[in-house]
């Protein structure tokens, strides 16, 4: 009871807090949300048994990735709001219709469907000592190939970025 | 899970409404975050920890997509001293 309890609260949290990054007009007070938003979804990933991805969640995510964005909304002056050139109204009832739909229609499929019981997959054959352990245990014998791959696209990204970002090559 | 739709949807709200570049990869962001919501869950109900290594890939990815992403958002904003996502038609045919 508890659990639903919280999992309501920070779902609310979650939810409010994205809606407050696409409203509002001002792009640094954008940044600031979502990274609120970033540290609820790291709750709910402890809420739901996954600590270490929450570790993961709040280093990269509310560390890393949101001091990016804060950098380039700094170093990018925005004086003309871009919202202010042109009239997007338009594209805005389109854009909301849309995603209502779709989020009807996916309701729709969950509610129908999704409430049969699950079945239960038997019990991994590894050791359990502990979330992180795990993941890890994964990460390293099954998952190594895609591992070793995921730093490359890192390298490489790394590289790219750079590239974009230096005044003349 | 219908946590993880409502959020991926206020997201594609956002790419879709916005036109400010930095506030469309932030949906993007956001979007990201749904499906790995979505991963954990299901992780966390089939009490198997597979889908919680998808979503350590599925952030690595998207600290390279951001990245990668705002360097494009630097390099446009030095040639065209916008950041409006309409102004984005020099490869327009």
Redesign the interface.
């Known amino acids: 009871m508890g659990e639903a309890i919280a999992f309501y609260t920070i779902?609310a949290f979650?939810?409010g807090f994205?809606?407050l990054?696409?409203s509002t007009k001002d792009?640094v007070h954008?940044?600031l949300f979502?990274v609120l938003?970033?540290l609820f979804?790291a709750a709910?990933?402890v809420l739901?048994?996954?600590e270490?991805?929450a570790a993961?969640?709040v280093l990269?995510?509310a560390g890393?990735?949101v001091v990016?964005?804060l950098?380039?909304?700094m170093?990018?002056n925005?004086k003309?709001?871009?919202?202010e050139?042109?009239d997007?109204h338009r594209?805005?009832k389109?854009?909301?219709g849309?995603?209502?739909a779709?989020?009807v229609e996916?309701?729709a499929i969950?509610a129908s469907g999704?409430a049969r019981p699950?079945p239960?997959?038997a019990?991994?054959a590894i050791p359990v000592v502990g979330?992180t352990e795990?993941?890890g245990w994964?990460?390293y014998t099954?998952?190594l190939i895609?591992?070793e791959i995921?730093s490359m696209?890192?390298l490489?990204?790394?590289i790219?970025?750079?590239?974009?970002?230096k005044?003349e090559l | 899970?219908?946590?993880s739709?409502?959020?991926f949807?206020?997201?594609?709200?956002?790419v879709?409404?916005?036109?400010?570049?930095?506030?469309i990869?932030?949906?993007i962001?956001?979007i990201l975050?749904a499906v790995?919501?979505n991963l954990?869950?299901f992780?966390?109900?089939?009490?198997?920890?597979?889908g919680?290594?998808f979503?350590?890939?599925v952030?690595?990815?998207?600290?390279?997509?951001?990245?990668?992403g705002?360097?494009?958002?630097?390099?446009f904003?030095?040639n065209r001293e916008?950041?409006?996502?309409?102004e984005m038609n020099l490869m327009r045919w």
Do not use: K, W
Not at chain 2, 70 to 75: R, S, T, V, Y
């Open positions: 779902a979650v939810l994205a809606v990054v696409v792009t954008s940044v979502l938003d970033f979804v709910l990933y739901l048994g996954a270490f991805l993961i969640q990269v995510y890393g990735i990016l964005y950098f380039v909304v170093l990018v925005l003309g709001l871009p919202e050139h042109r997007p594209r805005t389109l854009g909301l849309l995603a209502a779709v989020l996916l309701g969950f999704y699950v239960q997959v019990e991994a979330n795990e993941v994964l990460l099954n998952y895609p591992f995921v696209l890192l490489v990204a790394m790219g970025a750079i590239v974009l970002a005044r | 899970m219908l946590l739709a409502a959020l949807m206020i997201g594609v709200v956002g879709l409404v916005r036109r400010n570049m930095i506030i990869f932030m949906s962001e956001l975050n790995n919501i954990v869950a992780s966390s109900q089939l009490q198997h920890t597979v919680q290594v979503a350590v890939f952030v690595a990815v998207a600290a390279a997509e951001a990245a990668v705002l360097g494009i958002i630097l390099a904003y030095r916008t950041v409006n996502i309409d």
